[in-house]
């Protein structure tokens, strides 16, 4: 069998996203891979900052909004063990920057629920699907149930 040697789990901070950082955190011990978690931030307008700038988490902000995704990205990053230096902030679109940070980076599984912040409308998500779709690597989508 193949190993992995890095696994990105990337959360939209919805209720379910801990059961997604810890499925990737389980086969990211499985394969004893690096393990890397993404938020990508879409919804904080950043005047000037071409897509796919990564926000530094340890800089301070005035931007309250953004001091509370950073927040919130390094709580989720504690409780799954996930060393703070392999935590990312990107500015973007998430249907693009999701797959560019994974191929950049040299991710070989990309791990993303279902659905997300959005429900589950549709069975897939349309983040989860425009990921399957462009992604140079294996993907799983771990299915969330409402
Ligand atoms: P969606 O397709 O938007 O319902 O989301 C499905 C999954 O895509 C979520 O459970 C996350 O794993 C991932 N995802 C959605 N939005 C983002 C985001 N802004 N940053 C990182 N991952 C995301």
Not at 11 to 22: A, F, N, Q
Not at 28 to 52: C, E, K
Not at 67 to 84: F, N, R, S, V, Y
Request: glycine residues 6%.
């Amino acid at each position: 069998m193949d190993t992995y040697q890095h696994i990105l789990t990337s959360v939209d901070y919805s209720p379910h996203g801990r059961r997604v950082v810890e499925k990737a955190r389980q086969l990211a011990r499985i394969h004893q891979a690096q393990l890397s978690l993404l938020h990508v931030l879409d919804n904080i307008p950043m005047p000037q900052m071409p897509y796919g700038t990564v926000i530094p988490l340890d800089q301070p902000t005035d931007n309250v909004l953004l001091a509370a995704e950073k927040t919130q990205l390094i709580k989720l990053g504690k409780e799954g063990e996930i060393d703070h230096d392999h935590c990312w902030l990107v500015w973007g679109a998430p249907k693009n920057d999701i797959t560019l940070f994974a191929d950049n980076n040299g991710v070989d599984l990309i791990v993303v629920g279902s659905h997300g912040r959005h429900g589950i409308a549709s069975l897939l998500g349309s983040t989860a699907n425009a990921v399957l779709h462009h992604a140079h690597c294996d993907v799983l989508a771990v299915r969330l149930k409402d």
